[in-house]
């Protein structure tokens, strides 16, 4: 059963740094692994992603202040984020895909807020 688990997520204040991590179970050779957010209110949208051969693209709100890696042997995606500002508020998930199927996870808040 694939099983995909973040965690990192929480209140931090303007300015500060967060990691995220999403290690999943049950995949067999992964693909491109990434990150969504959903902040209230608006529809989901792709933050990060970086290919099996480690290429990685950002979205350009957070260009320069996130950075996206992976851990092939652990299967595990993370994402730092520094300089976050109130409008990096939302839900972050992580996507994974394998053999043509992508899986997702439940997500961790991420609150960014004096």
């Known amino acids: 059963q694939v099983q995909l688990v973040e965690s990192g997520g929480g209140l931090v204040q303007p300015g500060g740094s967060l990691r995220l991590s999403c290690a999943a179970s049950?995949?067999?050779?992964?693909?491109?692994m990434a990150w969504y957010r959903q902040g209230p209110g608006k529809e989901r949208e792709l933050v990060a992603l970086i290919t099996s051969g480690g290429s990685t693209n950002y979205a350009d709100s957070v260009k320069g202040r996130f950075t996206i890696s992976r851990d092939n042997a652990k299967i595990t995606v993370y994402l730092q984020m520094n300089s976050l500002k109130p409008e990096d508020t939302a839900v972050y998930l992580c996507?994974?895909?394998?053999?043509?199927?992508?899986?997702w996870g439940r997500g961790t808040q991420v609150t960014v807020s004096s």
């Open positions: 996507n994974v895909q394998s053999r043509g199927t992508y899986y």
């Open positions: 049950g995949i067999f050779s992964p693909g491109t």
